[in-house]
């Protein structure tokens, strides 16, 4: 009777692919981590940029509005404010 027959060649296949297996699952669970700490960093990079250039639209935007201040405090839309003639008394 010999070792090598067929049998024992695919219980030594099948016993070396469940190995690989079980590394490569370890391998994964150990690198889920890393994935996750990575994809948060990422996503904390990108929120910070959008919110720096939303800052310097705002601030852009600032600079522009002081010309318009000018002009809506001296009218209000639509109606002259006049003193009037006659006080209200006191009551």
Same mark, same amino acid.
């Given at each position: 009777?010999?070792?090598?027959?067929?049998?024992? &060649?695919?219980? %030594?296949?099948?016993?070396?692919?469940? !190995?690989?297996?079980?590394?490569?699952?370890?391998? +994964?669970?150990?690198?889920?981590?890393? #994935?996750?700490?990575?994809?948060?960093? %990422? !996503?904390?990079?990108? /929120?910070?940029?959008?919110? /720096?250039? &939303?800052?310097? +639209?705002?601030?852009? %935007?600032?600079?522009? +509005?002081?010309?318009?201040?000018?002009?809506?405090?001296?009218?209000?839309?639509?109606?002259? #404010?006049?003193?009037? &003639?006659?006080? /209200?008394? &006191?009551?």
């Amino acid at each position: 009777m010999t070792v090598f027959n067929k049998r024992n &060649a695919l219980l %030594g296949y099948l016993t070396l692919e469940v !190995l690989k297996r079980r590394r490569r699952g370890k391998q +994964l669970r150990r690198k889920a981590p890393k #994935v996750a700490l990575f994809s948060f960093l %990422g !996503l904390a990079s990108l /929120i910070a940029a959008v919110g /720096i250039v &939303a800052v310097l +639209l705002k601030r852009r %935007g600032d600079d522009e +509005l002081p010309e318009l201040e000018d002009d809506l405090e001296s009218e209000i839309l639509g109606e002259y #404010v006049t003193a009037g &003639a006659e006080s /209200i008394p &006191a009551t």
